[in-house]
Structures are given as C-alpha cells and as structure tokens.
C-alpha cells in the first residue's frame, strides 16, 4: 500500500490531542504518553503542572543523552475500515526558557483549554521533524 503524504501524516497527527513519544536513553527505550501541539515541521510539548514523581523526568534526561526521537499518534476503531497510525520521527531539544519556550507554551495553550488558566511553566521539548510515516486502512478495491 502507498505511504501517506506529508500533508495527510500531518493532518492526521495533529487531529489527536495525545502521541506517545519514545526515547533512548543509558538505561535504554523509554515510551510516554504527552500532550503536544503541531507548529510546521515542529512538534511542541512541555512539562506541566500535573502531579509527577519527580521534576527529574526521564524523557527530558534521555533527550539530552541522544536527541533523536519518534512520537506516534493511532486511530483505533471496531470498524477496521477507520484505522490509521502517524509517526514522525526527529531531532528534539530541551528549552527552558526564550522564544522557544515561549513559542511552544503559547501553542500549547491555544490548543488546550487546561493551560488556557494555568500555563506549563516546566521546560519544553521541541522536535524537529525529519521525517513523516504513516498508514491508513484503504480496501484492496480502493
């Protein structure tokens, strides 16, 4: 079956308010549900206010250990017919403060009513896109 297009993988992605973002770090893969936003070939998430176990976050210490990273978004149905899944895989950094910070918390806020009250004042990952995959059902006589 043919790939997406960039257009539609984009489309798609930024449909769904939560993608899973993988890292890698010493202690190897580490996977985690995140909120994010879609600006271009960026994707924006930040660390929130959300009771966590530590401020220590695995995902920001395995960013700074090895920067590439994928992020996933999937639609699942009982009608098979209404399947899809979108990767995009990139290079991410930390910020935590700057015009960065500040681009990617205002687009999490226009995006999400929670931090509409309550802005994330945590740092923020920014991952540039390289590069778009997906998949949706499509029947043979399609």
Aim: with cysteine; glycine share 4%; charged share 25%.
């Amino acid at each position: 079956m043919p790939s997406l297009t960039k257009k539609r993988c984009t489309t798609l992605f930024a449909s769904q308010p939560v993608a899973v973002l993988a890292t890698v770090g010493p202690e190897g893969p580490h996977v985690v549900p995140i909120v994010f936003a879609v600006k271009q070939d960026r994707i924006v998430s930040a660390v929130d206010h959300k009771p966590k176990r530590t401020a220590d976050l695995r995902r920001l210490a395995n960013i700074k250990h090895c920067p590439q990273v994928s992020l996933l978004v999937q639609a699942y149905d009982d009608d098979w017919s209404k399947l899809w899944w979108v990767r995009a895989d990139g290079d991410a950094v930390v910020v935590e403060r700057g015009d960065d910070w500040e681009t990617a918390t205002a687009a999490l806020q226009a995006r999400y009513e929670q931090y509409r009250d309550r802005r994330p004042e945590g740092p923020a990952i920014v991952v540039s896109v390289t590069g778009w995959t997906g998949w949706e059902y499509r029947s043979r006589s399609s």
